[in-house]
Nanobody, 117 residues
Framework: QVQLVESGGGLVQPGGSLRLSCVVSGSFFSIYYMGWYRQAPGKQRELVARITRGGSTNYADSVKGRFTISRDNAKNTVYLQMNSLKPEDTAHYYC???????????WGQGTQVTVSS
């Protein structure tokens, strides 16, 4: 059993910042990919950012230069620093992780981010 618990969402004005955190706990050997997805009402879930255990990252074009993903392997935690937030960033943000073999994946329950004045 693997649990992912996200935190850090909330309501922020355009141009503001938020930092999301996701702590992974439970029975697993190792986590390779850690990432963040988001889903806005009426839209498909999309990748926001992802980071490998070694620190390689990739981002959605829409967040490049504004969002930064990082991880603390010792704490099994992944972070998403979101700056210069826009109303179109409003969505439910989900944490997602994969095991090294790419055969198992787990999702968190998500945290809501609302960008509005």
């Amino acid at each position: 059993q693997v649990q992912l618990v996200e935190s850090g969402g909330g309501l922020v004005q355009p141009g503001g910042s938020l930092r999301l955190s996701c702590v992974v706990s439970g029975s697993f050997f190792s986590i390779y990919y850690m990432g963040w997805y988001r889903q806005a009402p009426g839209k498909q879930r999309e990748l926001v950012a992802r980071i490998t255990r070694g620190g390689s990252t990739n981002y959605a074009d829409s967040v490049k230069g504004r969002f930064t993903i990082s991880r603390d392997n010792a704490k099994n935690t992944v972070y998403l620093q979101m700056n210069s937030l826009k109303p179109e960033d409003t969505a439910h943000y989900y944490c997602n992780v994969w095991d090294p073999m790419g055969t198992q994946t787990w999702w968190g329950q998500g945290t809501q981010v609302t960008v509005s004045s």
